[in-house]
Every structure is written in C-alpha cells, then in structure tokens.
C-alpha cells in the first residue's frame, strides 16, 4: 500500500534561516507529487505539484522541491523562511493511475520572528 | 469566484446517530472528493465522486456513503456514529477534464465532534 512519510513532525527556525523538511513516499509506481500548506486559521492550500518534466518544481512565496525517483523523495525547500511562512506543511502523493491521494502526517513550522 | 464550500462549519453529535455533511465545488470543476482528517494527522481519502458515481474509496467502512448531485455538490453521510469519527472533514474539487493531473482545491472544512 502506499504510505507518505514527513520525517519531522516540529520544527522550529529563526528567520532567515534555510528550510528543508524531507518527505517520502512508498510506491513503485508513476506519481504526482504536492505540497500543501494550512497556514494558521486557514484551509489547505496547494504549495506546488509534480507531474512530469523538470524534477525541481518551484511553488508559491519562494518555495521549491526536488523529485528524487531513486530516492522516492520530494524534499521541500526555502532558502530563506520569514515569520508569515508558520504553518503545517503537508506531503502528498497520488498514483498516476487512480484519483486517491494519500498525504503525510504534517510537519508543523513554526519561525520565529 | 467561489471557492470550495463546506457546510455546517460545526456539529456535534452523540455516539449511533446519523450525519450528512455538504459541499459545493469551486466554479467549473466537477470532482469532488473527501477526507477525514483526524487531530495530529494528515487528511485521510474517503472517496472520490464524479459523474455522480463513486470511482474511488479508501479504505474506510460502509458506514461512510456519499452522493454526488447533477449540479457537481456533494454530500457526505456518516451512519452509526463513532466517538473515532470525531475528526475534521474536508471536502476537495477539481476540474475532472484534466485527467489524472487533476489539482485540487480544498474547502475549510466541517469540524464533527462525536460524544
């Protein structure tokens, strides 16, 4: 079965400071990739997805991720993370040939200004 | 534009009644899927609707049903209820004429407290 797995649940950086929250997945197949974001009091929102092409995909507000096929890895990366970026970042997964996507537990940012 | 809406916001319930949750998909989109997404947990696939036909589920009891109307909304209903049911349920659209590369949009949810 598939499964997603976010390595750190808490994480806590200053400002300035580069992110990088791993996720990987179980799955011998074609997928599609996403990152969503719940910022504080808010719904889940698309951050950036991976169809095909490029393995570095770059999302909203600075962000970007890397598709690593032989590692089954879609790393999450910012260079430099201000206090509006606190949020639960969520890692997903879907199988090219269904329509379930199965995401990871969340890992929750918190930037302190 | 209208995005995704969900409605109640709230519920509770006590434990063997009946639920029905409702959605409206963002403008032009078709698909709507479901999720439960426990406290301390990333949202979970119930199933997906689309030409008012369930074409996928996870793996969840058939105590979980839903219906999906000509106008592209969507309910879900949950029988029997269980205090494990207690959880946030999230409702998700897309425009299903893209395919399997379908994005979806997520509404803000209905937050169900089973006693």
């Known amino acids: 079965a598939q499964s997603v797995s976010q390595h750190n649940h808490h994480v806590i950086l200053s400002e300035a400071a580069s992110l990088e929250l791993g996720c990987n997945y179980s799955?011998?197949?074609?997928?599609?990739l996403f990152w969503y974001v719940q910022y504080p009091g808010q719904h889940l929102q698309l951050l950036l997805k991976y169809f095909s092409g490029d393995p570095l995909v770059k999302g909203i507000k600075g962000f970007e991720a890397e598709f690593i096929k032989s590692k089954f890895s879609f790393n999450l990366r910012k260079p430099s993370v201000q206090w509006s970026d606190t949020a639960e970042y969520f890692c997903a997964v879907k199988d090219t040939g269904g329509f379930k996507t199965i995401f990871g537990a969340g890992t929750r940012l918190f930037v302190k200004a | 534009d209208a995005g995704v809406t969900q409605s109640p916001t709230h519920l509770i319930k006590t434990r063997g009644q009946q639920v029905t949750l409702r959605c409206s998909p963002k403008?032009?989109?078709?698909?709507v899927s479901w999720y439960q997404q426990a406290l301390g947990q990333g949202p979970q696939f119930i199933f997906q609707?689309?030409?008012?036909?369930?074409?996928q589920r996870g793996n969840f009891p058939d105590r979980f049903s839903g219906h999906q109307f000509p106008n592209y909304s969507s309910e879900l209903n949950v029988n029997a209820l269980l205090l494990g049911d207690s959880a946030l349920y999230l409702c998700?659209?897309?425009?299903?004429?893209?395919?399997?590369?379908?994005?979806?949009?997520f509404g803000p949810g209905t937050r169900l407290t089973v006693l």
């Open positions: 998700a659209s897309s425009p299903g004429t893209s395919g399997r590369r379908d994005t979806q949009y």
């Open positions: 799955y011998g197949g074609t997928v599609n």
């Open positions: 403008s032009g989109h078709d698909t």
């Open positions: 609707y689309y030409e008012e036909e369930e074409r």
